[in-house]
């Protein structure tokens, strides 16, 4: 008892597809597969554009690397201001 199902294409009356309850079964659920697919995919897109834009709102990072450079920058300012109060304060109090 196999049941299947005819198509004929080319109008011959021949059928040129047959298709039974377990191809059918396939192919939906292929379809529906691919459907679902693509509608995650879709609302994953729409999520990192989103996180996109919230991103282009925030600050640019800054390096480490330069981070680093400005506090040497820093401490070489201060102790040259540290030396020259110094000799400012030797001045001043006559040491």
Partial sequence: ??????IDLDNDGKPDLHFD??????????????????STLTKQIELNKQEIEVAKKLPPTKSHELIDQKILFLEDHIKEQNIRLDKIEDKVYRR
Avoid: A, P, R
Wanted: aromatic share 4%; charged share 10%; proline share 0%.
């Fill in 21 to 38: 309850l377990k191809t059918m079964i396939l192919v939906i659920g292929g379809i529906i597969s691919i459907t679902m697919t693509y």
């Fill in 1 to 6: 008892m196999k049941k299947s199902v005819g």
